[in-house]
């Protein structure tokens, strides 16, 4: 029997070096279709993905029942698991999966009445259930579900599927699962990178009477990245003169620990006090860094003032309002991004207090005041805990809906912050697909507080997760968690050994130390930092008088010099994406 499961891993890997060569699929959507889309990768590892041959490969799971269905007009077959009894009772598929392979699955769902999470599972031989993605299927339509896993050891699982609502049929068509080397999966991210993050740069040299110039010398160097890449911050920013420089020499971008927020500027009912913040935004604006609106509300209970609760709603609705137009009024063009109302998915506070749409009305507000500002979600656990069926990546798609469904909000454009607290190993497959499905809103997505816990492992789930972030076409920027302060680095916090627990005021992702030298996770920052931007490019116009190179999108400095004239001149211009070169003409 051992050496028949062998043959079966040997031939599934055989399966996954031939099925690799194509490459990953980016795409999603977030509609309920009238039918699904054909399976991607032609199904890849699965048998019988659209059920042409009956319910051959397939088998039943649990205690329901299943069939197969056919929709006659259009011919359709699809596989059905009914009478369930039990929240697993659905359908599955075995698979011998191997470990160091990435896995990305998709697949179809409709229920026969409602709207319900159905969740895709691989189950482990000793009974471990892994959790691959979920989705909101419907009544009358179809949705898709997409998602990933990864394995630790070659072994058979078994795929099936969960729906907590055990009167509902599940049904599902078109399935596909596809395994991905870590070589085949960075090869795709650098072609991606490399599609979405750059752009071809003709520089065209003519002499004063229009005439091609061959032979000039041309150097370019990127100044600022188009892709911005920020780290929270804290208040110690503003006197020590070590930590403004670290910060300024490395990031484009804040975000404030604490000190936006509602807690922090109004201790007490109109005692507004503005002194840090206002010093720390007068900083980065001097050092020309975007700071990001981090928060205008907090929706959760816990953390807001004691005061703030133990007021009538109506009066509650008075000091909310005066907190968003004492904000947003003072920093309306100082910020990059407000965060309206931080993690209203798991938290309903001011719902419970001022009504079901009390998220809607302030993003209505806060828009009407600061129009030309991009207003975000901002929630935890989508990436790092697919288990939390509070935020699946179609529970957000739904709370935008929400949020836009409000009179006079069908049309604000919106942002996805997705906030990155990895305290279990990133799922990167997971990620790709949650990034898919999020970004076919068009909506730009950022990962806002990006941190992972401590320990030996930290520094690479750090390097995969940056890698994936910046090479998804639908991702716009990323703020790293490791605001720091004197105490948040040092010795006793990093040689702590205990990586489950965090030492009182330390952090969990630290760029330095507390004299500012780097840590193992600086090392990884710095080293991706330096590789996703231009820097020194030379060269020579050719006969034609142009000098081409693919750059990063971003702002540039070009010099440019030749024996015609007495010295070099320097100039300046910006890639912005497009699929087209972009010509840039000087003159001698």
């Given at each position: 029997m051992k050496s028949f499961q062998m043959l079966v891993i040997l031939f599934s890997a055989l399966l996954t070096g031939c099925a690799a060569s194509s490459p990953y699929d980016y795409s999603a959507t977030i509609d309920c279709l009238g039918g699904p889309w054909s399976p991607l990768y032609d199904g890849g590892l699965i048998g019988n993905p659209n059920f042409d041959s009956g319910l051959d490969e397939w088998d039943k799971f649990g205690l329901g029942k299943v069939e197969l269905r056919t929709t006659k007009y259009v011919n359709n077959n699809y596989m059905v698991a009914y009478d369930r009894k039990m929240p697993t009772d659905s359908f599955s598929h075995i698979f011998y999966v191997q470990k160091d392979l990435y896995y990305t699955f998709s697949a179809w769902f409709q229920i026969d009445e409602g709207s319900e999470i159905i969740s895709a599972f691989v189950q482990e031989p000793n009974g471990t259930n892994v959790i691959v993605g979920s989705?909101?299927?419907?009544?009358?339509?179809?949705?898709?579900?997409?998602?990933?896993?990864?394995?630790?050891?070659?072994?058979?699982?078994?795929?099936?599927?969960?729906?907590?609502?055990?009167?509902?049929?599940?049904?599902?068509?078109?399935?596909?699962?596809?395994?991905?080397?870590?070589?085949?999966?960075?090869?795709?991210?650098?072609?991606?990178?490399?599609?979405?993050?750059?752009?071809?740069?003709?520089?065209?040299?003519?002499?004063?009477?229009?005439?091609?110039?061959?032979?000039?010398?041309?150097?370019?160097?990127?100044?600022?990245?188009?892709?911005?890449?920020?780290?929270?911050?804290?208040?110690?920013?503003?006197?020590?003169?070590?930590?403004?420089?670290?910060?300024?020499?490395?990031?484009?971008?804040?975000?404030?620990?604490?000190?936006?927020?509602?807690?922090?500027?109004?201790?007490?009912?109109?005692?507004?006090?503005?002194?840090?913040?206002?010093?720390?935004?007068?900083?980065?604006?001097?050092?020309?860094?975007?700071?990001?609106?981090?928060?205008?509300?907090?929706?959760?209970?816990?953390?807001?003032?004691?005061?703030?609760?133990?007021?009538?709603?109506?009066?509650?609705?008075?000091?909310?309002?005066?907190?968003?137009?004492?904000?947003?009024?003072?920093?309306?063009?100082?910020?990059?991004?407000?965060?309206?109302?931080?993690?209203?998915?798991?938290?309903?506070?001011?719902?419970?207090?001022?009504?079901a749409n009390a998220s809607a009305m302030f993003y209505q507000i806060v828009r009407a005041m600061d129009p030309q500002t991009p207003l975000f979600l901002n929630e935890y656990n989508v990436l790092e805990y697919p288990m939390d069926l509070k935020v699946i990546p179609w529970k957000y798609v739904e709370k935008i809906r929400e949020i836009r469904a409000f009179t006079g909000n069908e049309d604000m454009p919106l942002s996805i912050g997705i906030q990155g607290h990895f305290l279990l190993k990133p799922n990167v497959s997971h990620i790709r697909a949650s990034f898919d499905i999020l970004g076919a809103t068009g909506m730009p997505i950022w990962l806002t507080e990006l941190d992972f816990r401590r320990g030996p492992n930290q520094v690479f789930e750090f390097e995969d997760v940056m890698r994936e972030a910046f090479a998804h076409p639908s991702v716009e920027g990323i703020i790293v968690w490791a605001g720091w302060k004197p105490t948040s680095c040092n010795e006793r916090c990093l040689s702590d050994k205990n990586y489950t627990v965090l030492p009182t005021g330390c952090m969990e992702l630290c760029l330095v130390d507390s004299n500012f030298n780097n840590t193992p996770a600086g090392d990884v920052y710095d080293k991706l930092m330096k590789e996703w931007k231009t820097t020194n490019v030379t060269g020579f116009t050719d006969k034609e008088g142009i000098f081409e190179e693919k750059v990063f999108l971003g702002e540039y400095s070009l010099t440019y010099s030749h024996p015609l004239i007495p010295r070099p001149v320097i100039t300046k211009f910006n890639v912005t994406r497009a699929k087209e070169p972009l010509d840039v003409w000087v003159s001698l």
């Open positions: 989705v909101i299927a419907k009544s009358g339509c179809w949705s898709m579900l997409k998602g990933g896993f990864e394995v630790d050891q070659n072994m058979k699982v078994q795929l099936f599927f969960a729906s907590k609502n055990t009167d509902i049929e599940i049904w599902i068509d078109n399935a596909s699962l596809k395994p991905f080397t870590k070589a085949e999966w960075r090869a795709q991210q650098n072609k991606s990178i490399n599609k979405v993050r750059k752009r071809n740069v003709r520089i065209h040299v003519t002499s004063p009477d229009g005439l091609k110039v061959r032979g000039a010398k041309v150097i370019i160097n990127q100044t600022r990245s188009e892709f911005i890449v920020g780290s929270g911050t804290t208040s110690y920013i503003v006197d020590n003169k070590g930590y403004q420089d670290w910060f300024v020499s490395r990031f484009a971008a804040a975000t404030f620990n604490n000190e936006m927020k509602w807690y922090y500027t109004e201790v007490g009912p109109d005692m507004e006090n503005y002194t840090v913040t206002d010093a720390m935004v007068s900083f980065f604006r001097q050092n020309g860094i975007a700071v990001r609106g981090h928060a205008v509300h907090w929706d959760a209970t816990n953390v807001n003032q004691y005061w703030v609760k133990l007021l009538a709603p109506r009066d509650i609705f008075r000091a909310a309002m005066r907190r968003v137009g004492s904000i947003v009024s003072r920093y309306s063009g100082s910020v990059n991004g407000w965060d309206v109302m931080n993690e209203n998915m798991h938290n309903s506070f001011f719902e419970e207090k001022l009504g």
